[in-house]
Nanobody
Framework: VQLQAFGGGLVQAGGSLRLSCAAS????????MGWFRQAPGKEREFAAA????????YYANAVKGRFTISRDNAKDTVYLQMNSLKPEDTAVYYC????WGSGSSNGGEYRYWGQGTLVTVSS
């Protein structure tokens, strides 16, 4: 599975961005999808995940209430809508895929990873 994340950019604090991750996989609906992020000098951390059906979503406490993960299985794409962005949300955001997963916060459970897209939030 090849994943391509895009939609990052520079935004002011309080602004919004929507990230997209397109998968080159016709069985995309069989994969749970996750978004992870890595800030400069820090370890990668979980942001959000969604199960294969789109019915169950999971969020890190740091983004809960501000970020929304969703998927369109007809377009083989997962999205991360990010609102009320803060400077501490600055990071490279990665999408990842887990076959038959339920939407884990453990990055080790995801086999496939995209190349990342940079989000910079200015104060």
């Amino acid at each position: 599975v090849q994943l391509q994340a895009f939609g990052g950019g520079l935004v002011q604090a309080g602004g919004s961005l929507r990230l997209s991750c397109a998968a080159s996989e016709r069985t995309f609906s069989s994969y749970a999808m996750g978004w992870f992020r890595q800030a400069p000098g820090k370890e990668r951390e979980f942001a959000a995940a969604i199960d294969w059906s789109g019915l169950s979503t999971y969020y890190a406490n740091a983004v809960k209430g501000r970020f929304t993960i969703s998927r369109d299985n007809a377009k083989d794409t997962v999205y991360l809508q990010m609102n009320s962005l803060k400077p501490e949300d600055t990071a490279v955001y990665y999408c990842a895929a887990h076959l038959w997963g339920s939407g884990s916060s453990n990055g080790g459970e995801y086999r496939y990873w995209g190349q990342g897209t940079l989000v910079t939030v200015s104060s």
